[in-house]
Nanobody, 127 residues
Framework: QVQLVESGGGSVQAGGSLRLSCAASGYTHSSYCLGWFRQAPGKEREGVAVIDSGGRTTYADSVKGRFTISQDNAKNTLYLQMNSLKPEDSAMYYC?????????????????????WGQGTQVTVSS
């Protein structure tokens, strides 16, 4: 059973940076696509960034050039480095996992395609 535990959220001023971490267990990194999603109050959950078993990444347009997803396979940890944060980045951030198909994420950035979820970590960006 895949288990995901996020950490690193907090409050920061606009323009600041945060790094989220997701400790993963119960999976083989070569078999899973990992991703970060977020959900703001009153809004649907949206994909932020994903990384497949080959290290290929996909980003939402809204975060390209500001956020970087990475993973440390030795530590079974997924990261999201967030720079130049904006108030509109405020949300609950979730780590998620899905099995890959021939090494690729089945549906990058689509929450419905991911079957394993962490409990979330809150990010608040003030102007």
């Amino acid at each position: 059973q895949v288990q995901l535990v996020e950490s690193g959220g907090g409050s920061v001023q606009a323009g600041g940076s945060l790094r989220l971490s997701c400790a993963a267990s119960g999976y083989t990194h070569s078999s899973y696509c990992l991703g970060w999603f977020r959900q703001a109050p009153g809004k649907e959950r949206e994909g932020v960034a994903v990384i497949d078993s080959g290290g290929r990444t996909t980003y939402a347009d809204s975060v390209k050039g500001r956020f970087t997803i990475s993973q440390d396979n030795a530590k079974n940890t997924l990261y999201l480095q967030m720079n130049s944060l904006k108030p509109e980045d405020s949300a609950m951030y979730y780590c998620a996992a899905d099995r890959v198909v021939r090494g690729y994420c089945r549906a990058p950035l689509h929450p419905g395609a991911f079957g394993y979820w962490g409990q979330g970590t809150q990010v608040t960006v003030s102007s």
